[in-house]
């Protein structure tokens, strides 16, 4: 099986998101992960950038590992790009599998390898002023240490 990638400016609607992971008896986890623009000082939005090509290739190369690695039943990535204000998803990753373990770590994986494989470039808005950011430290150590655990 195949990940399930959604790539879009729309507001991510994670009711909807949720019933495309539907149910199957032979699963008995799921877990999700919803990411949020959080307040950070006066932040007033982030704004992400992609490339409409390579970006949902990476998503896509990241979700076929993770459904490998963990022996998923179902992954869903959901991904915006565009202006977003304080408070707004940003991502939503649901998995699916036997047992609760494979499906935590699956959702932790795809996170954080996707704030640092996945192409899209960030801008913090805060009023009319804007500065672009870089993944953090801490998320290249924890990109990096999946990577050390990953064929």
């Not at 919803?34 to 000082?41: I, K, L, T």
């Not at 304080?86 to 994986?109: C, K």
Request: aromatic share 6%; proline share 5%.
């Amino acid at each position: 099986m195949q990940p399930i990638i959604r790539l879009g400016g729309d507001t991510l609607d994670l009711q909807s998101l949720n019933r495309l992971v539907g149910h199957d008896p032979a699963c008995g986890a799921v877990a999700t992960f919803a990411g949020h623009v959080r307040a950070n000082s006066d932040l007033t939005a982030l704004e992400l950038i992609h490339h409409p090509v390579l970006t949902e290739r990476a998503l896509e190369r990241i979700g076929a590992t993770a459904m490998t690695q963990f022996s998923l039943q179902t992954l869903l990535i959901a991904h915006r790009y565009g202006r977003m204000p304080v408070g707004e998803p940003i991502v939503y990753i649901a998995a699916t599998a036997a047992h609760r373990r494979a499906a935590l770590d699956a959702v932790s994986f795809t996170i954080d390898v996707l704030k640092t494989e996945a192409p899209f470039w960030k801008r913090e808005w805060r009023g009319e002023n804007a500065v672009w950011i870089e993944p953090t430290s801490a998320d290249q150590t924890a990109s990096e240490q999946w990577m050390e655990t990953t064929p």
